[in-house]
């Protein structure tokens, strides 16, 4: 069957028909169900593992919709931020800031906004083909006007709360990029690296411990893995209460004596084969004071006034710091104060110069002798850092040294720690509000919540919020040259205070640079828009409000309820510190309740082997590729089924396509088999047969159960359920019914009523639709090109399943004894299947008898009945015991020639279907062999006519041009009709 085709079909249907704008029109007597879409980046094209995240999106909103939910689904781009950048750097051949400024914001920004569209159609082609109901048509975009206006007022509301400020500290920096990098992004870019680590000899000059003053040459011993730093030291640091020691030992490699400084807990570390002599043992607070001689002569000859100062008064000194361990290194700290985090803060404490020896690029200042112009994360830099210490008899050790590090999560440059102006705004404040919102918030998986996404919050930093970049939103801000600071929620305000109003018109673009050119005039004072862009992150974080132009329009939309918050999201795990944290940030500092209520957490998709899918490694799966091969609902169905949803998910395309032929071929087998019959199938009655109540049993509690885990955000369980019906009713149900829908469709007259098998059978097709229909209903959310298509096979009465109610649960149907008792009476047969397969004795060969032992109860007759038809034997004999099944495995003539019967039964019906006869078609049999097979033809000649539906037998005579020969219990035997 070709799936991918049928969708084709379905999806022309749908649009035809408009069904989606049908579904949002339906009657919605349950009220508005909320859904927001994360906004994906249309400058790249859409993978694998969006297939993943759009089938969740999809599958709960097409849920609470047939529930008799309004669930709008407003689609959304994310169309701002340094990806974009990068790629036009890229088109443009440029490698850095310079060249845009020289090339003009305007025009590069015009690129930008151009690059974002690149990949659109691809998406929209995917989105439909995926079968991911998202309106593309009223789709939100993050670089409209409309959007930046809502996102200035959010920032203005941050800033009346006090908590947006601009500080001078060490950030996480991009010197490819060239600007700063928010927490939540430093920790999508960790690499695990090998880099060269040097501990370095630090010549004291004046020791504060007599140890320390002893005429032989003594050094303090500090560890760093960024070598690259040690021409920026202006300070060494020590744990005031740890125990240090001074050890004396001959020179590497001469007659001398030297001394060396180190924390006690790290000498076995540093000198582990070493001869040396403790001298002295001494508490932190001790070497508080000693100074030594500079590695580098940069500092002194390029910093200047106030620095000039500093240097004099507090540089290359030992100082106290609380930040000091004994984990590694060698239990003294190298300080650059403009290069780290601990140590700038060290540098604000005791009043150490603070000077810049690197560029916001990441090369060496001027003045700088080898490394000047250098770019400091080369290696190379580090080698000949290493090489002149060594030379100059500075270098104690070297080391490769394997530890994660930061890089940049866009453009993969290796990070570096580096002190300058920046925004922020104050998200530590408000730790608190953080986790008592995140505890309100269901997480699938739950551990999520208090795990990976609680641990985040409680050790929550403040938002790095600005950026020094170009294609963004503009951070709203003004200065005067004074130092006096504007915020500017709306462009009306923006208008009102702007010098030259024509600026801010009715298409004013809020963009750079034309807000740049905006001078604002308050009480007599000029301002000038400072030049950043805000974190990108902050865009999409903002929908909840800006996807309405909130609070400017659609404020009752958002306020009431209908809007906001959200009842369900769903995306990747690696936005818990991207889209799923900024949507809780932006919601706390507004002073909102938690803006989503419901999130399903999803893991990465990796290749059939487990690895990260990439270009260089050429496993990429070309998401489009696998729909066109085996249908959008097969890679949905692979993406509920495979594992949990928080789980990792190896992509195996022969796993695919396994589970398609277990349960979609399977279920449209099933749906043709319906369809041989349902002319002839009546109203649906009160069941009687057991397989009638048995499958109505299964099918209500499948209904429940299904709606209980949607209800509650449990996906792979209730598919994985579907699949498990679906086999039930394929290979129990409808297998151990043929004879049932095949009995004679005439209608004879007994006192006036309808003959019981024919009823029976009526009842039987009825049941089959009945599970059909629901079972098409209940797929609809997850599988739902074949959900339409089946419900349209067998006889669904609305235009489509997806405008069909939610089935319910009917619990009279309910027979929690009998499914207890059909689970028992199916083990039985493949117990007793097993032991026919052990003896080597075909299943169509019948047995005489068999007996089962059961411990308690009773087993049934109807049960029974069902053991005989499946396991193919005369009679059972139920006896009390400790549970088992034994088999009569002694053939008799008689036996074997009904056996023989089973067998050409079978031949016969292939060779109809080979014919292409329908159930409607007659034949006239015909059957010959040696006597004994012409005796079981005589003995079972209405088993025969029935089996086949033949109108007659002959045994002799010419055969028909339609025939076959085969071998059963070493009898040749020859068929035809």
């Known amino acids: 069957m070709n799936f991918p085709q049928l969708e084709s079909e379905v999806l022309k249907f749908w649009k035809q028909n408009d069904i989606f704008k049908k579904t949002l029109q339906k009657s919605a007597p349950k009220g508005p169900f909320v859904f927001f879409e994360g906004p994906p980046t249309a400058n790249g094209r859409p993978g694998i593992h969006h297939a993943e995240s759009r089938a969740f999106k999809d599958c709960i909103p097409r849920f609470r919709t047939m529930q008799g939910y309004r669930v709008v689904r407003k689609a959304g781009w994310d169309t701002h931020g340094l990806p974009v950048e990068l790629e036009v750097e890229k088109q443009l051949g440029f490698t850095g800031k310079a060249q845009i400024e020289e090339y003009g914001i305007a025009k590069f920004n015009e690129k930008c906004k151009e690059s974002v569209w690149q990949y659109k159609k691809d998406w929209e082609e995917f989105t439909k083909r995926l079968g991911f109901w998202v309106d593309l048509d009223d789709a939100y975009v993050t670089y409209h006007p409309q959007y930046v206006e809502s996102l200035w007022w959010v920032v203005k509301q941050v800033w009346d709360r006090g908590l947006l400020y601009k500080d001078y500290r060490v950030t996480p920096h991009c010197p490819r990029c060239g600007t700063s990098l928010s927490s939540h992004e430093l920790s999508q870019g960790y690499k695990d690296v090998k880099d060269l680590s040097v501990t370095a000899e630090f010549v004291v000059v004046e020791g504060s411990h007599e140890a320390l003053r002893s005429g032989v040459r003594t050094a303090l011993l500090a560890w760093t893995t960024t070598p690259w730093t040690l021409p920026g030291n202006v300070a060494l640091a020590v744990g005031a209460e740890l125990t240090y020691v001074v050890i004396e030992k001959l020179d590497e490699g001469g007659d001398d004596r030297v001394r060396f400084v180190l924390a006690k807990d790290r000498l076995a570390a540093t000198f582990p084969d070493s001869i040396f002599e403790i001298v002295a043992e001494v508490k932190g607070s001790e070497l508080v004071g000693t100074t030594y001689q500079p590695l580098y002569p940069f500092m002194d000859s390029l910093v200047v006034d106030e620095n000039k100062q500093k240097l004099e008064k507090t540089a290359y000194r030992v100082h106290p710091a609380s930040f000091v361990t004994t984990a590694d290194g060698t239990g003294i700290v190298h300080t650059a104060v403009m290069y780290g985090a601990d140590d700038f803060d060290l540098g604000q404490e005791v009043g150490l110069p603070k000077h810049h020896l690197v560029k916001l690029d990441g090369t060496f200042v001027e003045g700088m002798d080898f490394l000047e112009g250098r770019f400091v994360a080369d290696e190379e830099v580090a080698v000949d850092i290493i090489k002149d210490l060594a030379h100059r008899g500075l270098l104690f050790a070297k080391a490769k040294y394997e530890h994660s590090y930061p890089h940049c999560w866009r453009c993969k440059t290796k990070v570096i720690y580096y002190a300058k102006d920046s925004w922020y705004i104050r998200m530590s404040e408000l730790r608190d509000e953080l986790l008592a919102q995140n505890a309100n918030i269901h997480w699938e998986p739950d551990h999520i919540r208090d795990g990976r996404f609680g641990e985040w919050l409680r050790e929550v930093k403040d938002w790095a919020f600005s950026r020094e970049r170009y294609w963004g939103t503009p951070l709203p801000v003004w200065e005067s040259t004074d130092g006096d600071r504007l915020c500017i929620g709306s462009f009306e305000e923006l208008r009102s205070l702007a010098k030259d109003k024509s600026l801010v018109g009715e298409n004013f673009d809020p963009h750079r640079p034309f807000v740049d050119d905006v001078i604002l005039v308050k009480d007599g004072k000029e301002y000038k828009r400072v030049p950043d862009v805000c974190d990108v992150w902050f865009d999409s974080g903002c929908m909840p409000y800006a996807q309405w132009h909130y609070p400017f329009e659609n404020k009752e939309h958002v306020d009431s309820g209908e809007g906001y918050p959200a009842d369900y999201i769903s995306e990747a795990i690696d936005q818990t510190r991207g889209w799923f944290y900024t949507l809780l940030a932006v919601s706390t500092l507004l002073g909102r309740e938690r803006p989503f209520k419901n999130v399903i957490c999803l893991g990465h998709v990796l290749d059939a082997e487990g690895k990260k899918m990439s270009k260089s490694l050429g496993n990429i799966v070309k998401p489009m590729e696998m729909i066109d091969k085996h249908g959008a609902d097969a890679v949905r169905w692979y993406m509920y089924t495979i594992n949990q949803p928080g789980e990792s998910k190896r992509f195996d395309e022969k796993t695919l396509s396994d589970m398609v032929r277990k349960n979609f071929t399977i279920l449209m087998n099933v749906a043709s088999f319906y369809e041989m019959f349902s002319k002839e199938g009546g109203t649906m009655g009160v069941p009687v047969h057991v397989l009638d109540r048995w499958i109505l049993a299964r099918l209500n509690t499948l209904v429940a159960d299904t709606t209980q885990r949607l209800e509650t955000y449990i996906i792979t369980e209730t598919v994985r359920d579907l699949g498990v019906f679906i086999d039930d009713l394929s290979t129990w149900y409808v297998r151990r019914s043929r004879e049932r829908f095949k009995a004679s ?214 055969v028909p041009a339609n025939s076959s020969e085969f071998k059963a219990n070493e009898f040749q035997i020859t068929i035809g009709f």
Request: aromatic share 4%; glycine share 6%.
């Open 745 to 958: 469709s005439e209608t004879s007259e007994q006192d006036g009523a309808e003959a019981p098998e024919n009823l029976d059978k009526e009842l039987a097709i009825a049941t089959l639709k009945t599970c059909l229909l629901t079972l098409a209903k209940l797929m609809a959310p997850f599988a739902p090109f074949l959900a339409e298509t089946l419900y349209k096979q067998v006889g669904g009465e609305r235009e489509s399943v997806h405008l069909e109610d939610w089935p319910i649960a009917d619990t009279s149907l309910i027979d929690e004894r009998m499914l207890e008792e059909m689970g028992r009476t199916r083990s039985i047969v493949s117990k007793a299947l097993e032991r026919r397969s052990d003896a080597g004795i075909n299943v169509r060969q019948v047995l005489a008898g068999m007996t089962i032992t059961i411990p308690r109860g009773e087993f049934a007759s109807e049960y029974q009945e069902l053991v005989k038809d499946e396991v193919n034997v005369k009679t059972i004999d139920v006896q009390k015991g400790e549970y088992a099944v034994e088999l009569d495995l002694t053939l008799t003539p008689a036996l074997v020639r009904e056996g023989m019967v089973r067998e050409i039964i079978r031949r016969v019906n292939d060779l109809r279907k080979q014919s292409g006869l329908t159930i409607e078609d007659r034949i006239a049999l015909f059957v010959t062999g040696p006597e004994e097979v012409l005796l079981a033809v005589n003995e079972h000649e209405a088993a025969l006519l029935q089996g086949t539906l033949a109108k007659t037998i002959r045994t002799q005579g010419e």
